[in-house]
């Protein structure tokens, strides 16, 4: 199951909540001599000084999974719904989050 149609629907949805995220992959080896996949959401804010984006780093993680509940969960509170608790180890990592504005 591939999660990146979801994650990009994530990211365009947050767009018209005038919400810029973007998100990007990197791939690193790891100690077993494989490649892992690494993937980062940064959110986009215009500097009017400078005019232009500055990218700002919300969360990087190696698991697609976690990635696409981190965009659901901006989802959720770009439409001020309770967050989802359907995943017990995702609300685990979710409380280590500092509050997003």
């Known amino acids: 199951m591939n999660l ?4 990009r629907k994530l990211i365009k949805a947050l767009r ?3 919400l810029r995220y973007t998100m ?3 791939q690193f080896y790891g100690r077993e001599g494989e490649p892992h996949n690494y993937y980062t959401i940064s959110k986009a804010e215009w500097d009017e000084d400078k005019h ?3 990218h700002y780093e919300c969360y990087s993680t190696t698991s697609l999974i976690r ?3 981190y965009l659901r969960d901006l989802w959720y ?10 995943q017990p180890l995702w609300n685990s990592i979710r409380a280590s989050f500092k509050e997003e504005n």
Do not use: F, I, V
Request: aromatic share 8%; charged share 30%.
């Open 24 to 26: 990007s992959t990197k």
């Open 52 to 54: 232009k984006y500055n």
């Open 67 to 69: 990635a696409t509940l």
């Open 16 to 18: 018209t909540k005038d």
């Open 4 to 7: 990146m149609p979801t994650c």
């Open 77 to 86: 509170k770009a439409n001020k719904w309770e967050l989802p608790t359907d």
